[in-house]
């Protein structure tokens, strides 16, 4: 997660059992990946979760996992298509697929290009990545994220749960269009925006 007004990120120390995780592993950083705070070596994934803070204002924190079903997706190298309203709660779009990172880019500075892969996604499409808060990485896996740690890791969830039902709805009708356009406009907007009505009011 960053604080914005600090512009520190707090990050999990890097291939740390959950189970043995504490406050106090936590890792502190500065956006250019300085360590404020913090003995343990932070995650591997760093540089990628630097690149979209820098690059994307409005997250507050990134989730990433290797979690089965999306990443089934990402590995298949195929964008997750809206199929569904539980999709169209949630994401105002397809979740969209990185390009293959070249030899390159794996070679040198690896995560810091997958951030920048990720980035050069939303910015030549156009996407908004609040409105479509999630990605799959080619070959590799998805990021989610929101405007704090609860909601990037309740799109990680939902993002899951989307990305089996689309495997299975795939698999019983191989000819399945998307959803309408009106239909997803209708379901994001109910619960997105100046118009949203879904819920009780704050």
Not at 117 to 126: G, Y
Not at 144 to 166: I, K, N, P, Y
Request: with cysteine; aromatic share 8%; proline share 7%.
């Amino acid at each position: 997660s960053i604080d914005r007004g600090s512009g520190l990120v707090v990050i999990k120390p890097s291939g740390m059992p959950y189970e043995s995780l504490q406050a106090c592993h936590m890792v502190v950083l500065d956006l250019d990946g300085k360590i404020i705070s913090g003995t343990c070596r932070p995650s591997s994934d760093t540089a990628t979760h630097l690149a979209l803070y820098r690059c994307f204002p409005e997250i507050g924190s990134i989730t990433h996992t290797h979690s089965r079903w999306a990443t089934v997706w990402a590995q298949a190298g195929r964008e997750l298509p809206v199929l569904g309203t539980t999709h169209a709660d949630y994401f105002n779009g397809p979740v969209p697929l990185t390009r293959r990172l070249r030899e390159e880019e794996t070679s040198s500075d690896y995560e810091q290009k997958t951030g920048e892969a990720i980035v050069e996604l939303f910015q030549q499409n156009k996407l908004n990545p609040m409105a479509v808060p999630a990605v799959l990485v080619a070959s590799h896996g998805p990021f989610t994220w929101g405007r704090d740690a609860a909601e990037a890791v309740l799109h990680a969830v939902v993002l899951e749960e989307c990305a089996m039902m689309a495997f299975h709805a795939c698999q019983l009708n191989p000819q399945l269009p998307p959803i309408e356009d009106h239909l997803l406009d209708r379901h994001y907007r109910r619960k997105h925006g100046a118009s949203a009505y879904y819920g009780q009011k704050p």
